[in-house]
C-alpha cells in the first residue's frame, strides 16, 4: 500500500498543484503572495519562472536544476502509473487515486513545455543579440546557447544572400550603428511595461522620469522592464 500511495506522496515536488491558488489565487482573495516563497516546491518554484519568463521581454536565467527535478519526477510518476494500471488487483479508489495523479502529470507537462517553448521562442528571435551579448550567454544552457548560434548563422547566411551582397561593401555589417537607423539586430525591449508584484519591501529604484519608486510587499505596479530588472534577479518581485 506504501508503493501505491506513492503517487501521492507528501513529498511530491507537484504537491499541491492547484492552478487558481498558484497563478494568482492567493493575490485575488487578499493571501500574502510574499509567503510563496518559502518552502515553495520544486513544481511552484517552475510556476513562478514559467509566469516570469513569459511576461519578461528578455531571456531570464535559465532554471535547469528545478525543471530536471520536475522532469525525474515525471519520469518515476510515470512509470508508477504504469505498473499500477497493469496490476489487476488494484481497486476502484486506487484506480481514481491513478487517475488524479496522471491529470497532474499532465499540468506539469503543459507548464514545462510551454517554459521551453518560451525560451526557445526568444533565443531564436534575439538570436545575433545573445550571441553578440556574452553576459547572456551566462543564462542559457550549451544547449540553448548552441541554438541561439546556429539561428544567427542562419540568419545572417540569409541576409547576405538575399539583401547584403548586394550593397556596398562598407555597409553589409549586421551591426552597423547609423544615426537615427534602427538596428538590424534585434534585442529585447527593456522599456516594455510589466505588472509586477513586490514579494518583500524593497529598496527604491528610480523611474526614466527621474522620480523613485518604492514599491512595499504585497503592491502591485505597472512600471519598464529595466526599472525592476535587478529587483526581479534578486527575488524580490515576480512578473503578473
Request: aromatic share 6%; hydrophobic share 40%; glycine share 4%.
Amino acid at each position: 500500500m506504501a508503493f501505491r500511495r506513492g503517487i501521492l506522496d507528501e513529498d511530491d515536488p507537484m504537491a499541491e498543484p492547484d492552478f487558481a491558488a498558484e497563478l494568482g489565487g492567493d493575490v485575488i482573495m487578499g493571501g500574502d503572495p510574499a509567503s510563496r516563497n518559502r518552502n515553495d516546491t520544486p513544481f511552484q518554484q517552475m510556476l513562478r519562472h514559467w509566469q516570469n519568463e513569459r511576461h519578461s521581454p528578455d531571456v531570464l536565467p535559465g532554471q535547469e536544476p528545478v525543471l530536471n527535478t520536475l522532469l525525474d519526477h515525471i519520469r518515476r510518476q510515470s512509470n508508477t502509473i504504469q505498473l499500477l494500471r497493469s496490476d489487476p488487483d488494484s481497486s476502484e479508489d486506487e484506480h481514481f487515486r491513478i487517475m488524479l495523479a496522471q491529470t497532474e502529470i499532465e499540468r506539469v507537462k503543459f507548464i514545462v513545455r510551454s517554459y521551453i517553448r518560451t525560451r526557445f521562442y526568444k533565443i531564436e528571435k534575439y538570436a545575433q543579440y545573445i550571441v553578440g551579448n556574452e553576459e547572456v550567454h551566462e543564462r542559457l544552457s550549451q544547449t540553448e546557447l548552441d541554438h541561439a548560434k546556429r539561428c544567427a548563422k542562419a540568419m545572417e547566411n540569409h541576409l547576405q544572400t538575399s539583401v547584403l551582397r548586394s550593397l556596398p561593401e562598407d555597409q553589409r555589417a549586421l551591426d552597423d550603428e547609423a544615426a537615427f537607423v534602427p538596428s538590424m539586430i534585434t534585442a529585447p525591449d527593456k522599456q516594455k511595461a510589466v505588472f509586477v508584484l513586490a514579494l518583500e519591501d524593497c529598496p527604491p529604484v528610480r523611474l526614466p522620469d527621474g522620480n523613485s519608486l518604492t514599491m512595499l510587499k504585497g503592491h502591485i505596479v505597472l512600471t519598464p522592464y529595466i526599472v525592476i530588472e535587478q529587483l526581479l534577479a534578486l527575488g524580490s518581485v515576480e512578473l503578473i
